[in-house]
């Protein structure tokens, strides 16, 4: 239901990031996707480390939140 005020209220050609304004390290996202998957953590594969390389994202979704009253459960 709340993916349907996006639809009603958002503007067509318009991205809107959907985030909680939590933030999360990659490896506590992979772990509960996997976790909610009911997969082993164990189809995790780590590469070498490398200058650049990501450790977090974050997503600023103040558009969402102030355009459409978006807000996460």
């Not at 390389?53 to 459960?73: A, P, V």
């Amino acid at each position: 239901m709340r993916y349907f005020r996006l639809w009603k209220k958002g503007e067509a050609g318009e991205i809107y990031n959907v985030g909680s304004g939590e933030e999360k390290r990659n490896i506590e996202v992979v772990k509960t996707v996997l976790a909610l998957l009911k997969k082993p953590e164990d189809l995790i594969e780590f590469t070498k480390d490398r200058p650049g390389h990501d450790f977090r994202y974050s997503l600023n979704s103040d558009k969402i939140q102030g355009q459409l009253g978006w807000q996460c459960r």
